[in-house]
């Protein structure tokens, strides 16, 4: 799956990968849910630092569709409240 941390570009990360991304996921969901700055903060380095591990770079100038859009390392818990959906930022697999 190609996922996009903005600001920083494309990954492409195995599918086998989104069951782990899905736990970090939600540990990013409960701490927003607690409004706890410091857990988020914490919780969000986590996901983004797993997909930049996991995940081997997208050429800059490669026309992929992204499958998951994740928020900027900076963005801020209200930034990222407004972009959670139903299901996170990663949604279950089906």
Known sequence: ??????????LDVDDSEL???NTLDRAVESAIEAGNEEQFRSA??????????????????????????????????????ALLGDEGLIPDPA
Request: aromatic share 0%; no cysteine; net charge negative.
């Open 44 to 81: 969000l380095d986590a996901l983004l630092g797993a997909v930049r591990q996991k995940g081997r770079r997208v050429a800059d100038d490669a026309l992929t569709d992204s499958d998951l859009i994740l928020p900027p390392a900076d963005a801020s818990l209200e930034e990222v409240r």
């Open 1 to 10: 799956m190609i996922v996009r941390i903005l600001g920083e570009g494309q």
């Open 19 to 21: 069951d782990a991304l």
